[in-house]
């Protein structure tokens, strides 16, 4: 199971960071990824990193903004959120992978936890 937490309201220009922790005792070899979904629109990635922290990918979007990092021996992948735009609210989820390939494509990956919701106020 995944549990995203750390959302809220901030105004434009702020910084959130959110946390997604996995009761899997074996997260250290999941690939794990961000997405997004604001309110009329598709759901999209924002962010993955591998398994071992070693590959990241960045939506153009947010690419310089925010960064992915993970904790494994605390079960916790992370993404910092800096400089936040009112375009950027949405609800964020987390997601798992077992494959390494196609970090960035949202369709591998089938492991998804509950979103939490961002506000970015303008």
């Known amino acids: 199971q995944l549990q995203a937490s750390g959302g809220g309201l901030v105004q434009a220009g702020g910084s959130l960071r959110l946390s997604c922790a996995a009761s899997e005792r074996t997260f250290s070899t999941y690939n794990m990824g961000w997405f997004r979904q604001a309110p009329g629109k598709e759901r999209e990635v924002v962010a993955a990193i591998s398994w071992s922290a070693g590959s990241t990918y960045y939506a153009d979007s947010v690419k310089g903004r925010f960064t992915i990092s993970r904790d494994n021996a605390k079960n916790t992948v992370y993404l910092q959120m800096n400089s936040l735009k009112p375009e950027d609210t949405a609800v964020y989820y987390c997601?798992?992978?077992?494959?390494?390939?196609?970090?960035?494509?949202?369709?591998?990956?089938?492991?998804w936890g509950q979103g939490t919701l961002v506000t970015v106020s303008s």
């Open positions: 997601a798992a992978k077992r494959a390494a390939q196609a970090l960035g494509v949202m369709a591998t990956f089938d492991v």
